[in-house]
């Protein structure tokens, strides 16, 4: 079998800025830090590693355990609030590709650097989360590699071995990820990331959206691989 695994915000969805809302909201109370995101932009990077960074620019030092768990329960508070907003949006040809891929045979997993919980939260506007089977979330690693990785684990206990692994981002960082966990990478250039920036980066494959990513499927693009 093979695996497709999703990022979310900028591949699957847009929040509409409801995660920076909640994240900035949670520094602001509980730390008294003004738009913290600003200096810390979130694509491409996990929950775990935009609160380092957050504390590391204003704090010059790393967050405690409990202090992660302090700003990801006040984050989480907020989430569900903010994730009904005009701007919300699942991306186009999403799908139409998720259908696809399940058609064609393939394990669907998610592959996030959301906290598991806020991931869930975020997709729950959308009919998207019944598509996927297995997953790895930020609250799983820090880095975005090693929770492909864990992804691929879980995805192994559940269908056996993988015939290849296929990981489906918007910015370079999950490119680099990707290829440092030995997978295959293919970026969409429709979310957060200019295409540009993409090629740059080299990935394996590259769409301008998800209509445009169905040639992966149409034009057998995945048995090269
Ligand atoms: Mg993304």
Redesign the pocket.
Known sequence: MRFLLF?????LIVSGGAGTRSLNRAFFELYGIEDALSKVPP??RTDPEIVRDVFLVFMGREPEPEEYEKIFERYLKYLPHEINNPNYEVLPGVKEFLERAKNEGFALGLATGNIEKGARIKLSPSSLLSYFSFGAYGSDSIKRSKLLKIAVERGRKIYGEPEAVYVV???PR?VEAAREAGFYSIAVAN??SERSELETASPDFLFSDMHDAMRFFNEGLYLNR
Do not use: K, S, V
């Open positions: 990022d979310l915000d900028g591949t694509p491409g981002g918007d910015t999950d979310g957060f």
